[in-house]
């Protein structure tokens, strides 16, 4: 579809011609540009983790170009062993190798994996997630404590409004029976 393989009678010839164009357009422009910015992140990615094993790479090549050239020192001086014992061993071939690293390297995962942008993207992504789980946990925490001081308030102002209905209620009843008193005459002897 993106390389020009399509029928435009069919999107004329749809419910909502202008709004499949439109989508179509959308999709015209939108897809090459998302393909093309994958391709460039997947070079981007390989050129990462080439750079990277390139000290690795050239630390093998030279080791193994000093034990050929080692290998054929010692073939070449088989014949006059005695002076290559004595003399040209101790100077240039010690008896040990002494192998230096820096310590602030970091060891890749289990297996030697590489980890490149994708693998600090997720930790990224990760710790911005725990950093977030635990911002919702906090405010559920402070949300709960909210409400319960809330509910306790209401049950106070309840209580406080029922204590005062009942005094006026009580007030109005005692008005009540007052004048039901003075408005009944007084009952007349027979």
Known sequence: MTVGDWDSTEIIASQN?????????????????????????????????????????????????????EAEVYAMTCCCRKRF???????????WLHVLRPRNVETSGAGGEWKGRMHKLYNKIELHGLQTTEGVESLGKRMEQQLAQANEMSQQRHDELARELGIRIKAIDDLLRQSSHAATPPPTPA
């Open 85 to 95: 014992d004595a003399w040209i061993r101790p100077r240039w071939y010690p008896r």
């Open 17 to 69: 011609p202008f709004a499949s164009q439109g989508l179509f357009m959308v999709f015209l422009v939108f897809v090459p540009i998302v393909m093309l910015s994958m391709l460039i992140s997947i070079l981007g990615d390989t050129f990462d983790r080439v750079t990277e094993q390139q000290s690795r790479v050239v630390s093998k090549q030279r080791m193994q170009v000093t034990m050929h050239v």
